[in-house]
């Protein structure tokens, strides 16, 4: 696939300068130690340093171009036959519209499907894409622990990977004949554009509690980066459906916006407005059983998980599959299947003789809500004392800190 300059600037509504060279386009890049004769660089801007102030070298190693805002502009002006684009703002927005353009938009054919929310978005996706593979789909995974997709496996270094990195994954798991891919979202992804040129085709709204109020300051300002997964332009004004969790009130609010075009999820008893419910749960150390209620059929089934959040997990990640096409038949069978996560309610197994060490679970619990719904999973089944060791450390949210404080001291 060969991509030219000028092309790729006119495919995202950026014009083109006088005077700026047409040429092949070998890479995207937002990594200016990464620029190679043929590269388009973007510098985006960061919290210490704006990326734009490296064109200069960019354009010296090579690049057909360099991409930048106004404000790396002013600092460090270029002359008119200089191979610099300034963009309008946000800059990041460019920088994944136009990777998504030179990979010729890879999310149109992996069958994307985000989740978002404060917590179970990695229990969510990893249930997605376990349930996908048991139904015959090729899958693909990205999310905090690691991104794969067929034939390969590779540990991660963020939630949701900067743009250019991001949609050369979405081509690469692509390429391998990934069918349906889940993807966690964080609301940082989403504030900094990182998801720009993605189009989804099913998004999960799992919950919002307390978290990063460092960077979004207020709830309403989290809840409004979250709710961007929801709308134009990473979904179409039609085709892409939702499922929402209306047991949380902030999931509630976004339900209404939504309207018809989501299903909610809830595991309230006699919640009449949900699409997707839970009834008889029985919930014991071996895990839950019940029977899942959906608008396309209902049925029973088994997990091995562990909690009360695990099943919303559960019921929308199911819900999500449904809407793709997937049978609830099938489904409710894989649910048996998965084992869990990493770090996520994660049993300790020890090698030792006898009954005499207790049970150990590691969990990644690290909001308030998080860590009180791991502890009250735990405490019907502790036959003695619960103990919890937990840490808030780095100088990430510290409001959080004293609220996780009196919730083990309460619960444990």
Request: one cysteine or more; aromatic letters at 6%; charged letters at 15%.
């Amino acid at each position: 696939m060969t991509q030219t300059l000028h092309a790729l600037l006119h495919s995202v509504g950026l014009p083109v300068p006088l005077g700026l060279a047409d040429a092949v386009i070998g890479s995207i890049t937002c990594d200016s130690r990464c620029v190679a004769p043929g590269s388009v660089f973007i510098g985006l801007p960061g919290g210490r340093v704006d990326g734009g102030s490296f064109w200069p070298k960019a354009v010296a190693d090579g690049a057909a171009a360099a991409l930048i805002g106004s404000a790396a502009a002013a600092a460090h002006p270029p002359k008119q036959s200089d191979a610099v684009v300034v963009v309008p703002d946000p800059v990041a927005r460019w920088a994944g519209e136009l990777a998504a353009a030179f990979w010729d938009y890879p999310s149109n054919r992996i069958g994307l499907i985000g989740v978002t929310g404060t917590n179970g978005k990695t229990t969510t996706t990893h249930l997605i894409e376990h349930l996908s593979s048991a139904c015959g789909r090729q899958s693909a995974l990205f999310g905090t622990l690691l991104n794969r997709w067929p034939g390969h496996s590779v540990t991660a270094t963020h939630t949701t990977a900067v743009a250019d990195r991001l949609q050369a994954q979405l081509a690469e798991a692509s390429a391998a004949g990934a069918q349906l891919t889940a993807m966690e979202v964080s609301s940082h992804a989403l504030d900094q554009h990182r998801v720009a040129g993605c189009r989804f085709s099913g998004a999960v709204f799992t919950n919002l509690t307390q978290d990063h109020l460092d960077y979004h300051e207020t709830m309403a300002s989290y809840f409004e980066a979250k709710a961007r997964l929801f709308a134009p332009p990473l979904v179409t004004d039609h085709g892409a459906q939702f499922v929402v969790n209306v047991d949380d009130p902030w999931g509630r609010q976004l339900a209404e916006r939504l309207g018809d075009r989501c299903w909610r999820s809830s595991l309230s008893t006699g919640s009449a407005h949900a699409e997707l419910t839970m009834s008889d749960l029985v919930m014991g150390s071996s895990g839950v059983e019940g029977r899942l209620s959906s608008p396309l059929g209902e049925g029973s089934f088994h997990s091995p998980l562990l909690g009360r959040f695990n099943v919303m997990n559960l019921l929308q990640a199911v819900g999500v599959l449904l809407q793709q096409g997937l049978p609830l038949e099938s489904l409710l069978k894989a649910i048996s299947t998965f084992r869990g996560v990493p770090g996520r309610m994660e049993r300790v197994v020890v090698d030792a003789k006898g009954n005499e060490l207790p049970t150990v679970l590691v969990d990644y619990a690290h909001t308030p809500d998080g860590l009180s719904s791991a502890l009250k999973a735990c405490r019907p089944f502790a036959g003695g004392k619960l103990i919890c060791v937990f840490g808030c450390g780095g100088d990430r949210d510290r409001g959080k800190r004293p609220q996780m404080a009196a919730i083990a001291a309460e619960i444990a």
